[in-house]
């Protein structure tokens, strides 16, 4: 089992930055993969960000440039620092964990809500 505690969000004007942070514990050993997707109402979860616990990193069409995912040594902590952002950054964004290995296992977050107004 992996448990994840999502950090950060809020509001922001456009143009402005906001950071999150996703710590994972429990089973966070094997090869995995963290990340942020984002949903609003109506739509999909959509991808923001991944990385993996080799640090390829993997980012949508429309964040590329203007977001930065990293992740610590240790694995366990995610963070994705958002800037320049615009109203269509908006929405609920949840931390994903993971994790490979006989079968793919996916751990969410509870979500926080990231809002960009004009």
């Known amino acids: 089992q992996v448990q994840l505690v999502e950090s950060g969000g809020g509001s922001v004007q456009t143009g402005g930055s906001l950071s999150l942070t996703c710590i994972a514990s429990?089973?966070?050993?094997?090869?995995?993969?963290m990340g942020w997707y984002r949903q609003v109402p109506g739509k999909e979860r959509e991808l923001v960000a991944t990385?993996?616990?080799?640090?390829?990193?993997e980012y949508a069409e429309s964040v590329k440039g203007r977001f930065r995912i990293d992740r610590d040594s240790n694995r366990k902590t995610v963070w994705l620092q958002m800037n320049a952002m615009n109203p269509e950054d908006t929405g609920v964004y949840y931390c994903?964990?993971?994790?490979?290995?006989?079968?793919?296992?996916?751990?969410w977050g509870q979500g926080t809500q990231v809002t960009v107004f004009s």
């Open positions: 994903l964990f993971k994790k490979y290995g006989l079968r793919t296992q996916e751990y």
């Open positions: 429990g089973d966070v050993f094997s090869p995995n993969a």
């Open positions: 990385i993996t616990s080799g640090y390829i990193t």
